[in-house]
């Protein structure tokens, strides 16, 4: 199988010797993407730490925010109830 291999490369010009001079551009162009790549990696995991900083934020507004919905309503039906079109924002 290699002669058969290695009899048809050489029919069309090409040195089995020659296959690794490719490799060497290719290895060394990835080498030089590597800074730019980290750098990459470096801002997405600002963005997620900061993220990640946010959410106990994030839980507490949303309770603050039911929290004040909630007294909103016991006071607006306390102080004479609301008409249907507010009741059905309110519950939105």
């Known amino acids: 199988m290699r002669m058969i291999l290695g009899n048809t490369l050489k029919e069309i010009g090409f040195e089995v010797s020659e296959a690794g001079h490719g490799q060497e551009a290719n290895l060394a162009q ?7 790549v ?19 934020v994030e839980s ?12 909103s ?3 607006a039906e306390h102080w004479g109830g ?5 009741r059905f924002d309110t519950e939105q």
Not at 39 to 53: D, N
Not at 82 to 86: I, K
């Open 30 to 36: 990835r080498r030089a993407a590597v800074p730019a």
């Open 38 to 56: 980290a750098q990459i990696v470096e801002e997405a995991v600002a963005e997620w730490e900061t993220w990640l900083a946010a959410r106990p």
């Open 60 to 71: 507490l507004i949303k309770s603050l925010y039911q929290a004040a919905t909630s007294a």
């Open 73 to 75: 309503r016991r006071a």
């Open 82 to 86: 609301l008409d249907e079109a507010a």
